[in-house]
């Protein structure tokens, strides 16, 4: 089992920066990717950024510019830093994590975190 438990999101203004934390229990060893997802009503869960356990980041092309996946090993947590936020970028994130066990591939999910940018 891996726990994933999210923070930080909230309202923030037009061009703004908000930091989502995402911390990581349990089955740590398992692990062998983690990133962010969000999610608009009525769409498709997308990818934002994850990262593999050697430190492989892959970004949405469309947010690279902006946002910056980065991890601490030693929180076993993940950082979202996303900057000049506008309203497109309105949506549920929510924090992934793949395990392997043996050669059973398991998808883990947080609760999810609002992210609202209005002004």
């Known amino acids: 089992q891996v726990h994933l438990v999210e923070s930080g999101g909230g309202l923030v203004q037009p061009g703004g920066s908000l930091r989502l934390s995402c911390a990581a229990s349990?089955?740590?060893?398992?692990?062998?990717?983690m990133g962010w997802y969000r999610q608009t009503p009525g769409k498709q869960r997308e990818l934002v950024a994850t990262?593999?356990?050697?430190?492989?980041?892959v970004y949405d092309d469309s947010l690279k510019d902006r946002f910056t996946l980065s991890r601490d090993d030693a929180k076993n947590t993940v950082y979202l830093e996303m900057n000049r936020l506008s309203p497109e970028d309105t949506a549920v994130y929510y924090c992934y994590a793949g395990s392997t066990v043996l050669d059973d591939e398991q998808d883990w999910w947080g609760q999810g975190t609002q992210v609202t940018v209005s002004s």
């Open positions: 349990g089955s740590i060893h398992t692990i062998r990717v």
């Open positions: 990262i593999t356990e050697g430190g492989s980041i």
